[in-house]
């Protein structure tokens, strides 16, 4: 069991509401855990699309249509135009 610290005049708004603030907790936790675990970007169509994007560059990496150069090749070739 864990604790939480509440600021004084929210805690009597609370009581003054009559609201069950270990009820309400547990309620918005669970619905924030279930969204949290619905969504997963291993799941959504970003990651399929960034994957696809990824796996490109790598194949054009080993098949030699796109070149790797170092950061001071980089820079040299800007500078360059």
């Known amino acids: ?3 939480i610290q509440i600021e004084n005049d929210i805690y009597s708004d ?3 509401y ?3 603030i270990q009820t ?3 309620q918005v936790i669970a619905k924030f855990l ?4 619905s969504y997963s970007y291993l799941n959504s169509k970003e990651f399929q699309k960034d994957k ?4 490109q560059c790598l194949e054009d990496i080993e098949s030699g249509k796109t ?7 980089m820079w040299k070739e800007i500078k360059s135009y």
Not at 52 to 55: C, G, K, L, N
Not at 67 to 73: F, N
């Open 52 to 55: 696809a994007h990824f796996q």
């Open 24 to 26: 309400e907790l547990k």
């Open 1 to 3: 069991m864990q604790t």
């Open 67 to 73: 070149k790797t150069v170092s950061h001071d090749e």
């Open 18 to 20: 009559g609201i069950d």
């Open 34 to 37: 279930e969204k949290k675990e």
């Open 14 to 16: 609370i009581l003054k």
